[in-house]
């Protein structure tokens, strides 16, 4: 679906890109980790053709650059801070930037897929950080996008809203819409991640799926407890493999 070849970037004389290349699959979560300063949303601006660059991208054998956008027609994202009107809802945000037919209809369904209905109808300049990272989050998603970039789309979320968010993506997935999330937090996107890709100082270091990054750093923990039932379903909720063993 989206090929990178070759991306370099230059601020200046500063290399902050160093021939990155990689490809995500249709129908695949890819989780982009690295440091704060690594590169992650610079790579994700060239994908948008918001920032020059060198190399080639591709989305669906239609190349991208900062003057020709026709390819990302099917792009939902959300890069670093959400951009609101302070004097529109929520709602009127949404309906803005919905396009189509059945406008009304997809905005009624994001708000409810956010669980925004509770400051819909409020100004977004009375948001608090999280409800506007969930708006930020749903104006990525109100025009059924076949590929989301999201860049630190957990930022300002409580867990709650982070369980829920993880679950509304996967559902997604499932549906067939493909993402690319950025995190510097690997633990963030190893529930939902199919694909992993690590960039260290604008280098490409590690491209593999998730399972077999988990696999080369798996750590195993023996707990001794006399409350087996429950301790296997908290940790089972935190992602964790578990076995039950007898003591002989």
Same mark, same amino acid.
């Given at each position: 679906?989206?090929?990178? *070849?070759?991306?370099?970037?230059? @601020?200046?004389?500063?290399? $902050?890109?160093?021939?990155?290349? @990689?490809? +995500?699959? %249709?129908?695949? +979560?890819?989780? !982009?980790?690295?440091? *704060?300063?690594?590169?992650?949303?610079?790579?994700?601006?060239? +994908?948008?053709? /918001?920032?020059? @660059?060198?190399?080639?991208?591709?989305?669906?054998?239609?190349?991208?650059?900062?003057?020709?956008?026709?390819?990302?027609?099917?792009?939902?994202?959300? /890069?670093?801070?959400?951009?609101? =009107?302070?004097? !529109?809802?929520?709602?009127?945000?949404? !309906?803005?930037?919905? *396009?189509?037919?059945?406008?009304?209809? %997809?905005?009624?369904?994001?708000?409810?897929?956010?669980?925004?209905?509770? =400051?819909?109808?409020?100004?977004?300049?009375? =948001?608090?950080?999280?409800?506007?990272?969930?708006?930020? /989050?749903?104006?990525? @998603?109100?025009?059924?996008?076949?590929?989301?970039?999201?860049?630190?789309?957990? *930022?300002?979320?409580?867990?709650?809203?982070?369980?829920?968010?993880?679950?509304? +993506?996967?559902?997604?997935?499932?549906?067939?819409?493909?993402?690319?999330?950025?995190?510097? /937090?690997?633990?963030?996107?190893?529930?939902?991640?199919?694909? $992993?890709?690590?960039?260290?100082?604008? %280098?490409?270091?590690?491209?593999?799926?998730?399972?077999?990054?988990?696999?080369?750093?798996?750590?195993?923990?023996?707990?001794?407890?006399?409350?087996?039932?429950?301790?296997?379903?908290?940790?089972?909720?935190?992602?964790?493999?578990?076995?039950?063993?007898?003591?002989?």
């Amino acid at each position: 679906m989206l090929k990178i *070849n070759q991306l370099d970037k230059f @601020f200046g004389k500063k290399q $902050v890109l160093h021939q990155i290349s @990689f490809e +995500i699959k %249709r129908g695949h +979560i890819v989780g !982009l980790i690295g440091a *704060n300063g690594a590169g992650k949303t610079t790579i994700m601006k060239a +994908i948008l053709g /918001i920032t020059a @660059f060198d190399g080639d991208i591709q989305l669906d054998d239609q190349n991208i650059t900062v003057d020709n956008h026709s390819a990302l027609e099917h792009v939902g994202a959300l /890069i670093e801070y959400p951009g609101l =009107y302070p004097y !529109l809802t929520g709602r009127e945000q949404l !309906l803005l930037f919905a *396009n189509g037919p059945q406008r009304h209809e %997809r905005v009624n369904q994001t708000i409810e897929e956010l669980h925004l209905a509770a =400051y819909a109808d409020v100004k977004t300049k009375k =948001y608090s950080l999280g409800m506007r990272q969930k708006l930020g /989050i749903a104006l990525a @998603f109100v025009n059924r996008p076949e590929l989301v970039i999201l860049d630190e789309p957990m *930022n300002g979320l409580d867990p709650k809203a982070t369980m829920a968010l993880r679950q509304l +993506i996967i559902r997604k997935r499932d549906e067939g819409t493909t993402f690319l999330i950025s995190s510097h /937090i690997l633990s963030e996107l190893q529930k939902v991640a199919d694909d $992993v890709i690590i960039i260290d100082q604008g %280098r490409l270091i590690i491209d593999a799926t998730m399972s077999e990054l988990l696999k080369k750093s798996q750590t195993y923990f023996w707990i001794a407890t006399d409350q087996d039932e429950l301790a296997q379903k908290l940790l089972a909720e935190q992602g964790y493999v578990v076995s039950n063993e007898e003591q002989g």
